[in-house]
């Protein structure tokens, strides 16, 4: 069993930047790939950007650019610098873990941090 904790959410004016983090503890050799999703309100949760334990990346289309994903493996963390931020950021951002270098599928779920974004 992996826990997630996450930090760093909050209230920010379109085009600033905020970073998120996540904590992993628990049973952490078994995780390989960590990264972020986000559900905005009415919408399904879907795919912000995930990294490999040797640091390989990927994005959705949308954030492509603008957010950089990182990862401490000494420290068991994951953080996502978020830059340009838009009002269609706006969402609850989860951090997640997976046995599978894809994140596919999701082994464990942080609890989610509010991102919002104002116009």
């Known amino acids: 069993q992996v826990q997630l904790v996450e930090s760093g959410g909050g209230l920010v004016q379109a085009g600033g930047s905020l970073t998120l983090s996540c904590a992993a503890s628990?049973?952490?050799?078994?995780?390989?790939?960590m990264g972020w999703y986000r559900q905005a309100p009415g919408k399904q949760r879907e795919f912000v950007a995930r990294?490999?334990?040797?640091?390989?990346?990927n994005y959705a289309a949308s954030v492509k650019g603008r957010f950089t994903i990182s990862r401490d493996n000494a420290k068991n963390t994951v953080d996502l610098l978020m830059n340009s931020l838009k009002p269609e950021d706006t969402a609850v951002y989860y951090c997640?873990?997976?046995?599978?270098?894809?994140?596919?599928?999701?082994?464990?779920w942080g609890r989610g941090t509010q991102v919002t974004v104002s116009s």
């Open positions: 628990g049973n952490i050799f078994s995780i390989n790939a």
């Open positions: 990294i490999s334990r040797t640091g390989i990346t």
């Open positions: 997640a873990t997976s046995r599978d270098v894809f994140l596919n599928p999701v082994d464990s």
